[in-house]
């Protein structure tokens, strides 16, 4: 089965900073890869997604991720963190299901906190 | 747009009770999933619809834990003779087929099981 591990349970930064955030998976295929972001009490937003094609893959809110297939990894990237970027950051690797659907298997998270 | 709603936003039952939670999917999007968010086991695939049958149900954790769809639209996670370790937020996904790792998530439902 496929797993997905950041090493990183907490990270803190400064505002203006910059940012990264580790994602390592273990997946046989190709692997389709995301990045949500949690902020308190709300849902998960998908901030990019990884397919296929150019290995770099830019997001919403400034992100930009790298998929380098030698490393099994899907790092997260800021080139400047804002206070409001503060949250927890989830990696997920997407996986084909019965009935043509498709499950994501989470990491277990990375909670973000900016020093002003 | 509408996005993924669900209710109520927060449940405390007592140990033994069932409770239902909603899901309400954004309009056209015929595929739902429910997820679960506890301390102890992250965030974890529970069920998966495709319009109103659930192909996939492989991540359901036991026989107490039952969901339904109904109109290819609104679904109810069931959970019968609440557990404490039923406690955790469970979120809803919904997407289009076609686009079916474009998942969007709904806030969430926080049970409490005391």
């Known amino acids: 089965a496929q797993s997905v591990t950041q090493p990183d349970i907490h990270i803190t930064v400064s505002e203006g900073a910059s940012l990264e955030l580790r994602c390592n998976y273990s997946?046989?295929?190709?692997?389709?890869l995301f990045w949500y972001v949690q902020s308190p009490g709300q849902g998960l937003q998908l901030l990019l997604k990884?397919?296929?094609?150019?290995?770099l893959v830019q997001g919403i809110k400034g992100f930009e991720a790298e998929f380098k297939r030698s490393q099994s990894s899907f790092n997260l990237r800021k080139p400047s963190v804002h206070w409001s970027d503060a949250a927890e950051y989830f990696c997920?690797?997407?996986?084909?299901?019965?009935?043509?659907?498709?499950?994501?298997?989470f990491g277990t998270g990375t909670q973000l906190k900016v020093e002003l | 747009g509408a996005g993924v709603s669900q209710s109520p936003s927060n449940k405390v039952t007592e140990k033994g009770k069932d409770v239902e939670l909603r899901c309400d999917p954004i309009s056209g999007h015929t595929a739902l999933y429910w997820y679960r968010q506890s301390l102890g086991q992250g965030l974890e695939f529970l069920i998966y619809f495709q319009g109103n049958s659930a192909p996939d149900k492989s991540g359901l954790p036991s026989d107490r834990f039952s969901a339904e769809r109904t109109g290819g639209s609104v679904s109810t996670l069931t959970i019968q003779r609440t557990q404490q370790e039923d406690s955790a937020v469970y979120l809803c996904?919904?997407?289009?087929?076609?686009?079916?790792?474009?998942?969007?998530f709904g806030p969430g439902t926080r049970l409490t099981v005391t």
């Open positions: 990884y397919f296929s094609g150019d290995t």
């Open positions: 997946y046989g295929a190709t692997p389709y």
């Open positions: 997920a690797v997407g996986e084909g299901l019965t009935g043509g659907g498709n499950k994501l298997t």
């Open positions: 996904a919904s997407s289009l087929k076609t686009r079916s790792y474009e998942q969007y």
